[in-house]
């Protein structure tokens, strides 16, 4: 059975930590970009980071950039995003995505890190930021 399945989530207070974890079964995540998505009540779906899958390359959101690190290990079939500094902004459900393709865009080829393209997806996590 194929399936992505996310972990990890949970409530912490501000400036924590989280880690969460995007494990694959019924197929092998090596050929495949992964992307972290995330979506709070009433607003899209955006994305977090994205990490290819050829040479590393990784994309941040702007919001996040400093706090959040993607990795993959492909020898679990997993993928992780660590999450430091945790904002109550942050509070959201996660979700993990697949994509064949590795998008960039514009004369510095900078990465795309859209829903848009990522055509397999997990149940999501939710992350809860509050004191």
């Known amino acids: 059975q194929v399936q992505l399945v996310e972990s990890g989530g949970g409530l912490v207070q501000p400036g924590g930590s989280l880690r969460l974890s995007c494990a694959a079964s019924?197929?092998?995540?090596?050929?495949?970009?992964i992307g972290w998505f995330r979506q709070a009540p009433g607003k899209e779906r955006e994305g977090v980071s994205c990490?290819?899958?050829?040479?590393?390359?990784?994309y941040y959101a702007d919001s996040v950039k400093g706090r959040f690190t993607i990795s993959r290990d492909n020898a679990k079939n997993t993928v992780y995003l660590q999450m430091n500094s945790l904002k109550p902004e942050d509070t959201a459900v996660y979700y993990c995505?697949?994509?064949?393709?590795?998008?960039?865009?514009?004369?510095?080829?900078?990465?795309?890190?859209?829903?848009?393209?990522?055509?397999?997806w997990g149940q999501g996590t939710q992350v809860t930021v509050s004191s």
């Open positions: 995505a697949t994509a064949v393709q590795w998008v960039v865009a514009g004369p510095d080829l900078t990465p795309v890190c859209s829903p848009v393209g990522y055509d397999y």
């Open positions: 990490i290819s899958s050829s040479d590393g390359s990784t």
């Open positions: 019924g197929f092998t995540l090596d050929y495949y970009a």
